[in-house]
């Protein structure tokens, strides 16, 4: 058996490549199945892709006329129903399926910060920089305003069925809480502001990382931490999280061109690789936004540089 160390990357090149955004991605999700993929670009605005034809399904619009009005963040639902596009100013349900919208909402005071879907486009959820994350139930139109952080949000997710959100931000804080009530389920604290968090789509693990280096993986059914990642590095920022269906590993994605697979149980980096950069004739970085799990035993990844990229999910100890 060979083991596999954090020090040398596992893989140098992708399996494949596809590339979706010219000049670059200012946001990008791939959907959980690994079967659609939403870039938001200067040129194409937001495009929808089919990648397993890898053919361009559709183009959005959401106000692609000044820097301000990018999107610059993407949620896609567990089951790929809909999607969830916003911009600093204002936020936009799109059905996946027929391609079409489904609303358009405009934050007045403060700015977009993150953005989360239920399944069904059912509910929406939205983290503010005025410290406010708002539950908003597309059908009713009912909106809860959780008031439970302090200062800027940075970081918001939402279980498939819309009950349990988590929500950190840059008080040092990390809740989990109940999307009904907006009562604390739990609370994570950190030493530096809490720049991402995630939820198992499974309801079975949360995850919360700090500015600074720490990152822990907790028990959503107990509250309990599992787990602290290892061999963490100050500038090494989440920027996207993926649980396996298994429940044995997670694999992030960094603002470094990072990819890292780690288990759960110990918070042992496993395998890491680094995704492409847009061709330049200096070099440059690339930030990882989605990460998601193919039929073929491979990974899909797609990063600011506007690529797409398939990975042999390595052979794991």
Same mark, same amino acid.
């Given at each position: 058996?060979?083991?596999?160390?954090?020090?040398?990357?596992?893989?140098?090149?992708?399996?494949? $490549?596809?590339?979706?955004?010219?000049?670059?991605?200012?946001?990008?999700?791939?959907?959980?199945?690994?079967?659609?993929?939403?870039?938001?670009?200067?040129?194409?605005?937001?495009?929808?892709?089919?990648?397993?034809?890898?053919? $361009?399904?559709?183009?959005?619009?959401?106000?692609?006329?000044?820097?301000?009005?990018?999107?610059?963040?993407?949620?896609?639902?567990?089951?790929?129903?809909?999607?969830?596009?916003?911009?600093?100013?204002?936020?936009?349900?799109?059905?996946?399926?027929?391609?079409?919208?489904?609303?358009?909402?405009?934050?007045?005071?403060? %700015?977009? $910060?993150?953005?989360?879907?239920?399944?069904?486009?059912?509910?929406?959820?939205?983290?503010?920089?005025?410290?406010?994350?708002?539950?908003?139930?597309?059908?009713?139109?009912?909106?809860?305003?959780?008031?439970? %952080?302090?200062?800027?949000?940075?970081?918001?997710?939402?279980?498939?069925?819309?009950?349990?959100?988590?929500?950190?931000?840059?008080? =040092?804080?990390?809740?989990?809480?109940?999307?009904?009530?907006?009562?604390?389920?739990?609370? =994570?604290? %950190?030493?530096?502001?809490?720049?991402?968090?995630?939820?198992?789509?499974?309801?079975?693990?949360?995850?919360?990382?700090?500015?600074?280096?720490?990152?822990?993986?907790?028990?959503?059914?107990?509250?309990?931490?599992?787990?602290?990642?290892?061999?963490?590095?100050? %500038?090494?920022?989440?920027?996207?999280?993926?649980?396996?269906?298994?429940?044995?590993?997670?694999?992030?994605?960094?603002?470094?061109?990072?990819?890292?697979?780690?288990?759960?149980?110990?918070?042992?980096?496993?395998?890491?690789?680094?995704?492409?950069?847009?061709?330049?004739? $200096?070099?440059?970085?690339?930030?990882?936004?989605?990460?998601?799990?193919?039929?073929?035993?491979?990974?899909?990844?797609?990063?600011?540089?506007?690529?797409?990229?398939?990975?042999?999910?390595?052979?794991?100890?």
């Amino acid at each position: 058996m060979t083991t596999i160390t954090a020090c040398k990357p596992v893989t140098q090149k992708p399996l494949a $490549r596809w590339q979706q955004a010219a000049e670059g991605a200012y946001a990008g999700q791939i959907s959980s199945d690994a079967k659609f993929s939403v870039v938001s670009s200067i040129h194409h605005g937001l495009s929808v892709w089919d990648l397993t034809k890898h053919e $361009r399904l559709y183009n959005w619009s959401q106000e692609q006329n000044t820097s301000d009005n990018l999107v610059l963040t993407i949620d896609i639902s567990e089951n790929a129903s809909h999607v969830l596009t916003a911009n600093r100013n204002n936020f936009a349900l799109w059905n996946l399926q027929s391609g079409k919208s489904e609303g358009y909402w405009r934050v007045r005071e403060s %700015h977009i $910060r993150d953005i989360a879907i239920s399944n069904g486009g059912d509910y929406l959820l939205i983290g503010k920089s005025n410290a406010t994350v708002v539950h908003v139930a597309v059908d009713t139109g009912r909106r809860l305003e959780f008031l439970g %952080h302090k200062e800027k949000i940075n970081s918001v997710d939402m279980l498939p069925n819309g009950r349990v959100a988590m929500s950190g931000g840059n008080d =040092f804080t990390a809740y989990v809480w109940d999307t009904q009530s907006g009562q604390v389920v739990y609370q =994570f604290n %950190h030493s530096s502001r809490v720049s991402k968090v995630a939820l198992d789509a499974r309801g079975r693990y949360a995850f919360s990382a700090d500015s600074m280096k720490a990152a822990y993986i907790w028990d959503l059914k107990t509250g309990k931490r599992i787990s602290a990642l290892q061999g963490t590095k100050r %500038h090494e920022v989440f920027s996207t999280v993926r649980f396996s269906p298994d429940g044995k590993t997670m694999i992030t994605g960094a603002a470094t061109k990072k990819v890292s697979v780690w288990d759960i149980a110990t918070g042992k980096r496993l395998a890491h690789w680094f995704v492409t950069p847009k061709e330049a004739k $200096r070099p440059t970085g690339a930030v990882v936004y989605s990460v998601a799990f193919g039929d073929n035993k491979d990974l899909l990844t797609i990063s600011s540089s506007g690529y797409v990229e398939s990975w042999p999910m390595p052979k794991l100890p």
